[in-house]
Structures are given as structure tokens and as C-alpha cells.
T-cell receptor
Framework: EDQVTQSPEALRLQEGESSSLNCSYTVSGLRGLFWYRQDPGKGPEFLFTLYSAGEEKEKERLKATLTKKESFLHITAPKPEDSATYLCAVQASASYDKVIFGPGTSLSVIP | EAGVTQFPSHSVIEKGQTVTLRCDPISGHDNLYWYRRVMGKEIKFLLHFVKESKQDESGMPNNRFLAERTGGTYSTLKVQPAELEDSGVYFC?????????????FGSGTRLTVV
């Protein structure tokens, strides 16, 4: 069964303290892996798509990487405005359009 | 560019009643998706429209749920009759391509509470 897990469940960082979030997946043929950010009361906001092992994408203080079994979202020198829940989702080759979301990591950045 | 609009933002109904959720996708987006998050669980797929056609409705939980997309524009999701376990946040999303480089654009969701 296709599955996505994320760790840690919650992470509290001081402003400027870099860290990484983990997304582990089991899927029958990866078509794409997605990272989203979700703020309270809002829908998920798209950040990145990764397609193959070794691929990396960057946006401001965020960098996403992908291996055959997991993806990391690295946050460099985070600011309080980076506080949000970060969701990982995968799309299996057989499922075409639907994606499977992980439970998310709730990130709090303290000034 | 206007985003994906959902309404109502909140709905509280009694068990056994009917509720209809509406989603207006981004103009020109042929692909429209419904997802939901029930309490403490992950966001899960319900169904996918391409224009007015249902491409995949494998995530619809049972026949109390009916989704339509009139003329390939806005979509409605009707729950009839509602049960307690239907409570959760229902998200609509749209995309121009089929979940490729730009992912989905999500609406802010409808929080449904069945009492």
C-alpha cells in the first residue's frame, strides 16, 4: 500500500537555527513528490515538485532533496514567518492524478 | 489571478441533513480535485474532474457523497444524508496540468461539522 510518513511531528526552532524535515515514502513507482506549506485556516500552498532521486529544488530559505526512499526539506536560518505545517505528498505512477499526503510537520520558529 | 474559492467557509448541520459545498476553480483550469481532512488524519483524495467529466472518483467514501461539475466550471459536493463521521475540512484544488511542475492551487477549505 502506498504510504507517506513525516518526522518529526512537531519542531520548534529558534530564529536562525537551521534544521531539516523528513518525508519517507513507500509507493509503487514514484511519479512525483510534492512539498506544500499550510498556514492555519488556509489550504496547502505549493512549494516544490521533485521527480527523481538526486534532484534538488530551492526557494528562499527552503531546499528540498529527494532520494529513492525519502525527501528532506532543509530550512536555512528560518524566520518566524516560516512557521507553518509542511506537508509532503507523493503521486504514484499507477494513480496518475491523485496524490497521497503525509501527516505533516508543524514548524514553529521562535524570535 | 483569482484563486480557488470555496464556500461556505464553515457549515454546521445536524446528522441526517443535507449540505452542499461549492468550489470555483481558477479560470481556465480544466482539472478540479476534492480532498478532505477528517480530525487527526491526513488529507485524503476524494475525486478528480477533467472539465465536466469524472476522471477518478475512487476516494469517494460512499454513495451519500455526490460531486458534480457543471459545464466544466464550478463544482459542488453534496453530502446527503450527513453523518457524524463526515465532519472535517473539505478542500478543493485546481490545476492547469495534471499535477506536474506547479502542483495544485488549493482553496481555503470548508469546515463541515455534523452534530
Amino acid at each position: 500500500e502506498d504510504q507517506v510518513t513525516q518526522s518529526p511531528e512537531a519542531l520548534r526552532l529558534q530564529e536562525g537555527e537551521s534544521s531539516s524535515l523528513n518525508c519517507s515514502y513507500t509507493v509503487s513507482g514514484l511519479r512525483g513528490l510534492f512539498w506544500y506549506r499550510q498556514d492555519p485556516g488556509k489550504g496547502p500552498e505549493f512549494l516544490f515538485t521533485l521527480y527523481s532521486a538526486g534532484e534538488e529544488k530551492e526557494k528562499e530559505r527552503l531546499k528540498a532533496t529527494l532520494t529513492k526512499k525519502e525527501s528532506f526539506l532543509h530550512i536555512t536560518a528560518p524566520k518566524p514567518e516560516d512557521s507553518a505545517t509542511y506537508l509532503c505528498a507523493v503521486q504514484a505512477s499507477a494513480s496518475y492524478d491523485k496524490v497521497i499526503f503525509g501527516p505533516g510537520t508543524s514548524l514553529s520558529v521562535i524570535p | 489571478e483569482a484563486g480557488v474559492t470555496q464556500f461556505p467557509s464553515h457549515s454546521v448541520i445536524e446528522k441526517g441533513q443535507t449540505v452542499t459545498l461549492r468550489c470555483d476553480p481558477i479560470s481556465g483550469h480544466d482539472n478540479l480535485y476534492w480532498y478532505r481532512r477528517v480530525m487527526g488524519k491526513e488529507i485524503k483524495f476524494l475525486l478528480h474532474f477533467v472539465k465536466e467529466s469524472k476522471q477518478d472518483e475512487s476516494g469517494m467514501p460512499n454513495n451519500r457523497f455526490l460531486a458534480e461539475r457543471t459545464g466544466g466550471t464550478y463544482s459542488t459536493l453534496k453530502v446527503q444524508p450527513a453523518e457524524l463521521e463526515d465532519s472535517g475540512v473539505y478542500f478543493c484544488a485546481s490545476s492547469q496540468d495534471r499535477v506536474g511542475n506547479y502542483g495544485y492551487t488549493f482553496g481555503s477549505g470548508t469546515r463541515l461539522t455534523v452534530v
